[in-house]
Each structure stands twice: as C-alpha cells, then as structure tokens.
C-alpha cells in the first residue's frame, strides 16, 4: 500500500495525471474494447515456446509400445463388416465370426507413417483457412451440447434460435477459427433432416470452416456436398483442398462402431479431415491409472488413425486426446484436473512421436460462471498450450462437462484464448522495445506515464480483456458491483446487437436452397418431432 501512495505523491509532483485518472482512462479503453471488433491479429496463431512434457523418453516409449501390445494381442471390436473387410485386406487379422480385429504392430506404424504432419483446412472465406499440424493452433467452438443457458432463459434444451445465436456469436471473433459442429443440438428440428438445416445455417451465418457428424452414411454425405456448394467448387478441387473435418469418437473401451467407421469411409475416401478422439475416462471407460488410460487411449487412437490410411493413403487425420478422469466419489467425469492435464501433455508427446496433428480440448466441469470455470479452463488451456495441442475443440462456451453451451461462458473463454494468443506472442527484442533512448531521457527517478516513447504506444502497448474491471471499490461499488457474469451477459447480447452476416453469392445460396429442399424431399420426413 506504501508504494501506491508514494506513487501518486510522486506523480503529483511531476505534474502528471492520478493513478485514479489513469485508471478511468484504462476503464473507458476496456469498455471500448468490449464494443468494438475481434482483431485481425488473432486469424492464424502459432504456438513457437517449447513444449512441457510427463512422459520421459523411455515413458513414452513404454506407453507405445502398450498400445502396440493391446492391439495386436487384445485388438479392437470393429463393429462393421465393409470396415472388417478393409482392415482384413490390409493385412489385419479379422477372427471369423466376431467383430474382433487384431492388429500386427508393423501393419499399425506402416500405415501411420502415410498420415500427413500438416495440412491446410479451406473455408469458404479464404482468409478463415486454417493450417494444421506444426506449430499451428487453432481453436474452434463448443460442440454437441444438448442443453443451452444464459442469464435470461435459464438452462433449456437446445433449439434452433439459440443455435443460431451461437454460430453468429462464432462469426464475431476472429479467435474462434471454425465452429465445432453444432453448438448446442436444436432439438426442435427433426432428427432425420436436421444436418440439413443445421449445416445450411452454417454455410450462410459464418464464413468459416465447419464440422459434419457422422451420423449414418448418407447424412456424412449430404454434409460433405453442403461444404462443396459452399466453397462453389468442384469435387475433384475438395478433394485437393479438404474443405469439412468430423470427429470420430471410439466406443471406449477398444470398440469403434458402425457410424464412427462409415464416417471415416465417407470423409476419408475424399481427402475430407478425421479427428479420431478416443473419449477415456480413467476410472469408467479406461483404467483407474493415468498410464493406462493412456496406454489405451493411444491403441484406439492409432487404430482409428491407421483405418483412415487403410481407406486412403495420406488422407488428412488428427491424433485426439480427451482422457480425463471421474470423480471417484460420485462417478461423474471430472475436467480440468492434474490428470487431465497430465493426460494431455502426455498426449502431445505421443502425437508427435507419430508426427500427427494434435487436437485437445477446453474443458470444465462447473454448472455456473464461477471461478471453477475459470479455474479448470485456465488449466485446461495451460496444459493444451504447453502440451502442443494444434486444433483445440470445445475451445470457448463449454459448461457443465460439455453438457451445456453458455452465452457467458463462450465470452469468459474468448477473452482467455485471446490471453493465450497474446502470451503466445513473441516479445519484441528490438532496438526500439528495448526503449534505451527513452531510459535515458527519463533517467534515475522518472517516469514513463507521459514520455513520447509511452505515448505512441499506450492505445496498443498491453491486451485490453473483455471482462476485467480495474475500477477501484468505491467506483465499483458505486456502478453496482458487476460481476464477470453480468459483465460476459452484457457483451455478448452487444456482439449479437452488432453481428453482420458475411456475404454469400446469389449463385451459391439458391444452389443451397435446391439441395436442401430435395434431399428433405427425398427424406420425406416431418420438421418437427411429435
């Protein structure tokens, strides 16, 4: 406190404003900053510091070689015949009779070994391309939640309009780099033709690249064609230019089943992208130990990897991570725990020993915008960012453990990944940011609040947050004292208020329009469920 106060006696000698008027300076540029644009500066980040690891190199290798071991001598349940039949022709052992594949661990790294180390995902906007693999990251928005919440509706079963809402919010920051797929599951749309409308409003609410489900054959089909309209291309060019990605989850534990390996046919048969994600719980899905849930991640992940090659050599694949573990109290999954963050560490070290793209996660498990939010996602992205993750799902809204997709929550994590983009930053060595001239000026016992070489800089010299408020207790107390909550409610109805839909061409919407209404034709079935 001493030094506060000797600050400001100091600065009111030097004739220089307050620390109270700087402040309500920084306050007016934080709220201006909450109202204004995503920036530019946030399309294609890179991550460049050395990554951490758990695992030394002789627990890296132990942990292979036991996926090796779990896939040759145990194998995996491939519960589709056309799937068996592939993986028998590329030299599998298929037991006669049973689902049961085994896998010779020679047949596993040779057809790792054709998977490519980095590749190009194409938007219809080409400036929203993203890169993949090496240094790359990129983050894509919350996917898949069954339930929707904000401070007005309250928790409520997910619904076309706030669906919406999601995928225009997803347009407003330059930080989220593709949507995940959908962010919340508008159960008011029939089942059987929901991709349709789903992926249409896609193509039309944002210029970004996006996920389809593979649900069944024909839907992973019709999500691959919308992509195609989308980029106004022609197939033989989307299959040069992977232009939709789609994750594909293991049955854990080691069984892959008949939608998850269609989807890999269908996308991979045509140069589209495959995350292959095992979803192990140590404690219920996997083991209790982090080690062998690991080690079995790691045999369901390069199982669903080497298939993709099976189907076609170099076809774009990520290697996903997502072991966490349970709560051994009330067997609930548990995120953002020293596990998890050991698991992803440990599962950017396995992903470039086979020099695959790594995708992870953004992860919690809290029910509110609290500081369990905050605090698991803090952990979450720590462990991502020095693990090495290259596309990160779930990047921004997830709540609940991925059962609900917050408005406020998908603020709090865009302001958190644009921390990490500016921590990612390289710091400025150079002449100028070395700022000699300037200590010279200022010498022993000055100050830099008004020299020219702060001047230039204050507007852009430090990342202004969206939702920190820096005001002291009696101004804050005095505005009410606003929460995070309140503050994350107000920011995104403003990003909302201010959303502008990205062009699209006449040509490519009508053409959108055909195919959506013949395939719902052909479908014949109702929009609404009864």
């Known amino acids: 406190m001493g030094d506060v106060v000797n600050l400001e006696l100091h600065l009111a000698q030097q004739g220089s404003d307050s620390p109270t008027r700087q402040r309500r300076r920084q306050n007016r540029a934080s709220e201006r900053q909450r109202k204004g644009p995503g920036s530019a500066k946030y399309l294609n980040l890179t991550n460049a510091m050395t990554r951490s690891t758990v695992l030394s190199e002789d627990a890296l290798e132990a942990v292979h070689r036991a996926s090796l071991t779990i896939l040759e001598e145990i194998g995996m349940d491939i519960i589709l015949p056309e799937a068996r039949e592939r993986m028998r022709a590329a030299g599998a052992d298929v037991t006669p009779g049973t689902d049961r594949v085994r896998f010779d661990r020679g047949l596993i790294m040779e057809m790792i070994a054709s998977a490519p180390s980095d590749f190009t995902m194409y938007a219809r906007n080409p400036l929203r391309n993203v890169e993949i693999g090496g240094n790359n990251l990129v983050f894509a928005q919350v996917a898949s939640a069954p339930f929707v919440t904000d401070r007005q509706g309250g928790r409520r079963a997910g619904n076309q309009e706030d669906f919406r809402k999601?995928?225009?919010?997803?347009?407003?920051?330059?930080?989220?780099?593709?949507?995940?797929?959908?962010?919340?599951?508008?159960?008011?749309?029939?089942?059987?033709?929901?991709?349709?409308?789903?992926?249409?409003?896609?193509?039309?609410?944002?210029?970004?690249?996006?996920?389809?489900?593979?649900?069944?054959?024909?839907?992973?089909?019709d999500g691959i064609e919308i992509a195609r309209i989308a980029r106004g291309i022609t197939m033989e060019q989307m299959e040069r230019e992977p232009s939709v990605f789609t994750n594909i989850n293991t049955s854990s534990p080691l069984r892959l089943d008949e939608p998850m390996l269609q989807g890999i046919i269908e996308m991979s048969s045509r140069n589209q992208v495959v995350v292959v994600t095992p979803f192990t719980l140590a404690g219920a899905t996997a083991p209790v130990t982090i080690a062998g849930a690991l080690a079995q991640q790691n045999a369901e992940a390069l199982c669903g990897i080497a298939f993709t090659q099976m189907v076609r050599k170099g076809a774009p694949v990520m290697y996903g991570g997502f072991t966490s573990n349970v709560d051994m109290r009330t067997g609930v999954p548990a995120f953002g725990t020293p596990e998890y963050m050991q698991a992803v560490i440990a599962g950017g070290q396995l992903a470039r020993r086979y020099r695959i793209p790594y995708r992870s996660s953004n992860t919690s498990a809290s029910n509110a915008l609290d500081a369990q939010a905050a605090y698991e996602s803090a952990f979450s992205l720590w462990a991502l960012t020095q693990g090495g993750g290259n596309f990160i799902?779930?990047?921004?809204?997830?709540?609940?453990?991925?059962?609900?997709?917050?408005?406020?929550?998908?603020?709090?994590?865009?302001?958190?990944?644009?921390?990490?983009?500016?921590?990612?930053?390289?710091?400025?060595?150079?002449?100028?940011a070395l700022a000699l001239d300037a200590i010279r000026e200022e010498g022993p016992g000055g100050h830099y609040f008004v020299t020219p070489h702060t001047l230039v800089r204050c507007e852009t010299a430090f990342y202004s947050p969206i939702l920190s408020d820096r005001r002291n207790f009696e101004a804050w107390s005095e505005a009410g004292r606003p929460t995070t909550d309140d503050h994350a409610n107000l920011v995104y109805q403003e990003k909302l208020n201010a959303y502008e839909r990205p062009p699209l061409s006449a040509a490519i919407d009508e053409e959108l329009d055909t195919f959506v209404a013949r395939r719902k034709e052909e479908i014949s079935a109702p929009t609404i469920d009864t």
């Open 166 to 221: 999601l995928v225009k919010l997803a347009q407003c920051y330059d930080v989220i780099h593709t949507t995940g797929g959908y962010p919340v599951e508008p159960v008011d749309l029939h089942a059987s033709v929901r991709h349709l409308d789903c992926l249409a409003d896609l193509v039309r609410l944002t210029d970004k690249m996006f996920h389809v489900y593979p649900l069944d054959r024909q839907r992973t089909i």
């Open 393 to 432: 799902m779930h990047a921004a809204g997830w709540s609940e453990g991925g059962l609900t997709a917050s408005f406020e929550k998908f603020i709090l994590d865009v302001d958190m990944l644009q921390m990490v983009a500016e921590f990612l930053t390289p710091l400025d060595t150079s002449t100028d």
